[in-house]
């Protein structure tokens, strides 16, 4: 049986969101908005699986054609993203280096992310778009010093991630990469959540991108240098967490950057990031207007 999935959406410009089912979504945003206006206070009181057990036996009340996928949690309070974090990818640096004894790390906006089915947007100010599908984890327990043994406690629900980087902005300054990976509508959350039950929905997930139906990157998670209770444990050493926080988890090898020549994202082009058992998020690409 397949976990439920709840999403984030808009319908005629209206914001809702709801439980995604054969034939389309059962709106319960309609239904339990004094309550919980958005799915962050859904996640905040643990009433995911409610939720969508809720909508079990409902028709839907919109079908899939009519909405606008949005990124499933609305204003999160932090959007933490980790780098280097899969073996080949640390390899692609080639500089004779260990693996890193502590995960390198940088904050994204909001602002950044679209949705499912959104383009990403190519800015005037660089032709060097680049993606990276990564699994995130959405926190669903506020804590600080949280124990690797305590770890997966905290989470609420997985989605995807394509941390779509603007490699030359990246470049722009001595000690970060904020510039690269805050375009506006450069990057993608979605589709949806799935709530966290155990953590075999985690432990060896294949995760893979591809461009315009060519697979570029493929690794699982089993392979991670730092795994999921190591980064909730090292983050919340310094930062507490809070539910909706969303932890961007790395990107295997195989971005267009590392091609030779390099194969950045172009209008026209479909990004696909897909993980077992968590679902499929694609975009497209447009140029800034």
Same mark, same amino acid.
């Given at each position: 049986?397949?976990?439920?999935?709840?999403? @984030?959406?808009?319908?005629?410009g209206?914001?809702?969101?709801?439980?995604?089912?054969?034939?389309? $979504?059962?709106d319960?945003?309609?239904?339990?908005?004094?309550?919980?206006?958005?799915?962050?206070?859904?996640?905040?009181?643990?009433?995911l699986?409610?939720?969508?057990?809720?909508?079990?036996?409902?028709?839907?009340d919109?079908a899939?054609?009519?909405?606008?996928?949005?990124p499933?949690?609305?204003?999160?309070?932090?959007? $933490?993203?980790?780098?280097?974090?899969?073996?080949?990818?640390?390899?692609?640096?080639?500089?004779?280096?260990?693996a890193?004894?502590?995960?390198?790390?940088?904050?994204?906006s909001?602002?950044?992310?679209?949705?499912?089915?959104?383009?990403?947007?190519?800015?005037?100010?660089?032709?060097?778009?680049?993606?990276?599908?990564?699994?995130?984890?959405?926190?669903?327990?506020?804590?600080?010093?949280?124990?690797?043994?305590?770890a997966?406690?905290?989470?609420?629900? $997985?989605?995807?991630?394509?941390?779509?980087?603007?490699?030359?902005?990246?470049?722009?300054?001595?000690?970060?990469?904020?510039q690269?990976?805050?375009?506006?509508?450069?990057?993608?959350?979605?589709?949806?959540?799935?709530?966290?039950?155990?953590?075999?929905?985690?432990?060896?997930?294949?995760?893979? @991108?591809?461009?315009?139906?060519?697979?570029?990157?493929?690794?699982? !998670?089993?392979?991670?240098?730092?795994?999921?209770?190591?980064?909730?444990?090292?983050?919340? @050493?310094?930062?507490?967490?809070?539910?909706?926080? $969303?932890?961007?988890?790395?990107?295997? !090898?195989?971005?267009?950057?590392?091609?030779?020549?390099?194969?950045?994202?172009?209008?026209?082009?479909?990004?696909?990031?897909?993980?077992?058992?968590?679902?499929?998020?694609?975009?497209?690409?447009?140029?800034?207007?």
């Amino acid at each position: 049986m397949s976990l439920p999935r709840l999403a @984030t959406y808009s319908v005629k410009g209206a914001a809702r969101y709801g439980a995604v089912v054969d034939g389309g $979504i059962v709106d319960l945003s309609v239904r339990h908005a004094r309550d919980y206006p958005t799915l962050r206070e859904v996640i905040a009181a643990g009433k995911l699986l409610s939720l969508a057990d809720e909508a079990a036996d409902r028709m839907p009340d919109h079908a899939i054609a009519d909405i606008t996928w949005l990124p499933p949690v609305p204003a999160p309070e932090k959007v $933490i993203c980790i780098g280097v974090n899969y073996p080949d990818r640390n390899a692609e640096y080639r500089d004779g280096q260990d693996a890193p004894n502590y995960p390198s790390m940088f904050m994204r906006s909001p602002r950044s992310f679209v949705g499912h089915e959104t383009p990403l947007v190519r800015p005037r100010a660089s032709a060097q778009l680049d993606y990276e599908g990564e699994i995130v984890l959405v926190i669903g327990k506020a804590g600080r010093h949280i124990p690797e043994s305590a770890a997966l406690d905290h989470v609420a629900a $997985i989605t995807l991630c394509n941390e779509g980087s603007v490699r030359d902005w990246l470049r722009h300054a001595k000690f970060n990469v904020t510039q690269g990976k805050n375009f506006d509508s450069s990057g993608s959350l979605g589709p949806w959540l799935v709530p966290y039950t155990q953590e075999s929905q985690l432990a060896d997930v294949r995760l893979t @991108t591809r461009v315009n139906g060519e697979l570029r990157q493929d690794d699982r !998670t089993s392979r991670l240098m730092f795994p999921f209770r190591y980064l909730i444990n090292y983050i919340s @050493t310094f930062a507490t967490l809070v539910p909706g926080d $969303i932890i961007v988890t790395g990107t295997p !090898t195989g971005a267009g950057a590392r091609f030779d020549p390099p194969r950045y994202l172009k209008p026209g082009d479909v990004v696909d990031v897909e993980a077992e058992g968590i679902g499929l998020l694609r975009n497209g690409v447009v140029d800034e207007a």
